[in-house]
């Protein structure tokens, strides 16, 4: 088993190019399933999720092809439209399967994906989409099994915003019969993306990135190329690498509109963040400060940044009270990060992190994939070593952070 081994205390300084964004590549490449043959989609990031997808898609009859940055995905002959559960309990984005297969053959069969590390995630405002267009929805040993003629547009209310429901159903919405609504959507900027290619594909697709989406379906979509929009979640993970360091870092290859929220917060905590011609220039002049954190949908900040945010807040002085609002088991982080010596209560869906100045390096194991990302962190600031293991989750989501990190100044290496 492989591990992180990290000798915290060098300051960051340097430029880093942020990859391909994981969960607008994730929706994109299940996409290609909508339309009969190849499409090129560039910019998707070497990551241990998006191979797991490609497995799942070639298990259906996909032909994938990787050629550096991108890869071509061709859905000419699908054979197979199930999701099984080897597949989708490794990756609960598999799940962005499921509308394609009924908006294009009429049929899926998709494993549910069961309970997750950071809370049920359950799939029913999927699966109540599907019926209210007309989809016959069962489940039965585990799976759920859909089916339909055509499906047929719908008003679709979301109780809850969700990211992956929302382009679930308008990948539905796009090739149904008619008008498709789609209210209290979710607004993240990997939403628009994926609309943006649907729409490059033929579809109809108004409102991606507000709250009502609207959907004129189209009886066919044509294969398309696109480029994936970058990691915004990587990029706020480096800017808060920089900040725990007390760096210097130019972060190249990000969209700062994207990022509105984490730079706000992080302003408020002292560091200087400067847009620049090719970046965000990420510096700290000043001694950093304590402030609270509320997780919300996109345009609040992001439940993908909370861990990450908690291990700054440890090396503040000072109260910070961190709240997640969107998961219901978010917060397994904080053990490890207490194995580091921090000061962390939890209360119900907040925690208290007392911040201790240094944290001190300890053996920790990664939980989950921001998990993973905050222990990284933490290990960048601490007195001595941290070694991480399980840091597959690490690789799910982050393509090769340790040679990022490294070219940065880090002394950070990964063993067997
Ligand atoms: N929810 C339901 N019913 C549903 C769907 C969601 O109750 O049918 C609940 C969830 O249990 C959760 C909330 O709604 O409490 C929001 O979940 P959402 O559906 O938005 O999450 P997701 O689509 O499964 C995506 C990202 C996550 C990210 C969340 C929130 C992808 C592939 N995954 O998950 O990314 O945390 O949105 O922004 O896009 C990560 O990258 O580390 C990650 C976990």
Redesign the pocket.
């Known amino acids: 088993m492989q591990k992180i081994i990290i000798t915290g205390g060098p300051r960051l300084i340097g430029e880093v190019e942020v990859s391909g964004a ?2 607008a590549a ?2 994109i490449l299940a996409a290609t399933l909508l339309a009969p043959g190849p499409c090129r989609i560039d910019n998707v990031p070497d990551l241990m999720d998006v191979k797991t997808l490609c497995k799942l898609l070639e298990f259906m009859g996909m032909k994938t092809r990787r050629d550096g940055r991108a890869i071509t995905m061709d859905a000419a002959t699908i054979l197979n439209k199930e999701a099984p559960y080897e597949l989708v309990k490794t990756m ?2 598999s799940v ?1 399967v499921l509308c394609p297969l009924v908006a294009r053959f009429g049929e899926a069969k998709v494993s549910l994906p069961g309970g997750c590390a ?10 109540m989409g599907l019926e209210k267009m007309g989809a016959k929805v069962q489940i039965e040993h585990g799976y759920v099994y859909v089916t339909a003629d055509r499906l047929k547009g719908a008003r679709i209310y979301f109780d ?6 929302t ?1 679930n159903l308008m990948m539905a919405g796009a090739l149904a019969e008619g008008t498709t609504v789609l209210e209290n959507a ?1 607004c ?1 900027p ?1 939403v628009v993306d994926l609309a943006d290619f649907l729409n490059k594909m033929g579809a109809n697709i108004k409102g991606a990135g507000t709250d009502t989406i609207t959907i004129e379906g189209v009886s066919e979509l044509t294969p398309s190329d696109y480029s994936v929009m970058p990691d915004r ?1 990587e990029a706020a993970t480096f800017i808060a690498a920089a900040a725990i360091t007390r760096g210097d870092v130019l972060i190249k290859n990000c969209i700062p509109a994207h990022l509105d929220a984490v730079i706000s917060k992080l302003q408020e905590v002292g560091v200087d963040i400067n847009k620049e011609a090719d970046g965000l220039r990420v510096k700290v002049m000043n001694k950093l400060k304590s402030v609270d954190v509320k997780t919300m ?2 345009p609040g900040f ?3 940044m909370q861990a990450q945010m908690m291990a700054l807040m440890c090396t503040t002085q000072g109260l910070s009270v961190i709240t997640e609002t ?3 088991n978010r917060f397994t982080h904080v053990m490890e990060l207490q194995r580091m010596g921090a000061d962390i209560r939890i209360e119900g869906n907040s925690a208290m992190v007392t911040g201790i100045g240094r944290l001190s390096g300890a053996p920790v194991m990664a939980t ?3 998990a993973s990302a905050s222990l990284i962190l933490a290990g960048l600031a601490a007195k001595d070593e941290t070694e991480i293991s399980r840091i597959y989750h690490l690789d799910r ?1 982050y393509e090769r952070i340790e040679d990022k990190l490294s070219r940065l100044g880090a002394k950070i290496k990964r063993v067997s």
């Open positions: 994981k969960n994730l929706p609960r984005a962005l950071i809370g049920a995630r359950p799939i029913n405002l999927h699966l809850i915003k969700t990211v992956t429901g382009e979710a993240e990997e979640i949908p996109y992001p439940t993908d969107i998961f219901e989950d994939l921001r989501g």
